[in-house]
């Protein structure tokens, strides 16, 4: 059994709560799918072009916007280490999303803002939780998982 918590940062005011909480419902069912239990807490910011292009820059040396950015919080970095015993949710991370851009793809792509928004959450999830598209392989296995669980959900592609 999962508790999820996600808190939901709307720079854009853009994206209403049904549709936060039909991400929380997805982002469940992608935590289930990947056998995710407990407590847990994730947060996702919506930004614009501009935001989300000054992080990329920032915290990726990638000087252009993007649709989707996630900041793992389960990697330990340099000189950090690892709590042990404490009786704390399981903290995730953090999943940038750029609204301007997530509207311009749905366009694109010819489906719904709802199922882009929804694929964009579910990829940055499985960032999240270690998954990477850096090689064939490893694409393979993200982009397989992504589509299954937002087919679980009811977001297939049309």
């Known amino acids: 059994m999962i508790q999820l918590e996600i808190d939901f940062i709307d720079e854009t005011n853009e994206v209403s709560e049904e549709q936060q909480s039909d991400l929380q419902g997805l982002i469940e069912c992608a935590l289930e799918y990947e056998g995710v239990t407990g407590e ?9 072009d501009e935001k989300i292009h000054e992080i ?6 990638k000087d252009r ?11 330990l970095g340099e000189g950090e280490i690892e709590i042990i015993g404490v009786d ?7 999943i940038v999303i750029s609204i301007p851009t997530t509207k311009s793809q749905a366009e694109e792509y010819g489906h719904s803002f709802r199922r882009e928004l929804g694929f964009l959450a579910v990829h940055g999830c499985l960032h999240l939780l270690g998954y990477d598209h850096m090689n064939e ?3 393979k296995i993200m982009f397989t ?11 297939e592609r049309l």
């Open 56 to 61: 990329n820059k920032q915290y990726r040396e």
């Open 145 to 155: 998982k992504q589509k299954e669980i937002l087919e679980k959900y009811g977001l």
């Open 137 to 139: 392989a490893d694409e």
């Open 40 to 48: 847990v807490e994730i947060s996702i910011s919506f930004v614009d």
């Open 65 to 75: 916007a993007t649709d989707v950015i996630s900041f793992p919080m389960e990697e």
């Open 88 to 94: 704390l949710p399981r903290t995730l991370g953090d």
